[in-house]
């Protein structure tokens, strides 16, 4: 597609379970970024790839949340033992590279409600 | 450190009436600025960005920023606004050294009434 690609819309699970999101970006861009959106905390960076360097994880908030990249492309953020302070909306964003400057575009988010 | 500042969490203005968003930034060095609007259960879409160059930056929708060094801002204007501008407005800033992350500011709520 043209723009960035997020699954699921919406996710409900509960308390204690894992749950994937997962992120497609825009085709040929190579940095992919992750953010949080919850109420009351604004948008929190979490962790971003450029190509094959190693991911900034300096915005995970603890070690249930991990991400990967698989061949540059697609990207899946991982949360495990979830809690009800994870429920937010969970945005993909993708840039054509790292350098300060460029546009960076967001896909429409995946809403995690954790019950 | 970066960070960004929108002191209004809210802009309430009539339709067809000048509007203003304002940011304002810290950064050391020279900053990226960025605009961009959020409606309801949707994700961000980017508005415009100052690099570098002419001081009034063009987007979309109608929509022009103004980079003041000396005041350190970055405001979002538009001289007519409308009903379908209602929308949550971030600003948010880069600098060379964290290469492509944003640092967003809080945002701000716009509501635009007939």
Do not use: M
Not at chain 2, 79 to 95: M, T
Request: contains cysteine.
């Amino acid at each position: 597609g043209a723009g960035v690609s997020q699954s699921p819309s919406n996710k409900v699970t509960e308390k204690g379970k894992d749950v994937e999101l997962r992120c497609d970006p825009i085709s040929g861009h190579t940095a992919l970024y992750w953010y949080r959106q919850s109420l009351g905390q604004g948008l929190e960076f979490l962790i971003y790839f450029q190509g094959n360097s190693a991911p900034d994880k300096s915005g995970l908030p603890s070690d249930r949340f991990s991400a990967e990249r698989t061949g540059g492309s697609v990207s899946t953020l991982t949360i495990q033992r979830t809690q009800q302070e994870d429920s937010a909306v969970y945005l993909c964003a993708s840039s054509l590279a790292t350098g300060s400057g460029n546009t960076i575009y967001f896909g429409e988010g995946s809403w995690l409600t954790v019950v | 450190a970066q960070s960004v500042a929108q002191p209004e969490d809210q802009v309430n203005v009539a339709e067809g009436n000048p509007l203003t968003v304002k940011c304002t930034y810290s950064v050391s060095g020279n900053p990226y600025l960025f605009w961009y609007v959020q409606y309801p259960n949707r994700g961000l879409q980017f508005l415009l960005k100052y690099i570098t160059g002419d001081n009034l930056v063009k987007g979309s929708y109608g929509f022009e920023a103004e980079f003041n060094k000396s005041q350190t801002s970055f405001h979002l204007k538009k001289p007519s606004a409308l009903v379908s501008d209602s929308a949550l407005y971030f600003c948010a800033v880069n600098r060379g050294s964290t290469l492509g992350r944003l640092y967003f500011g809080r945002g701000t709520q716009l509501t635009v009434w007939p």
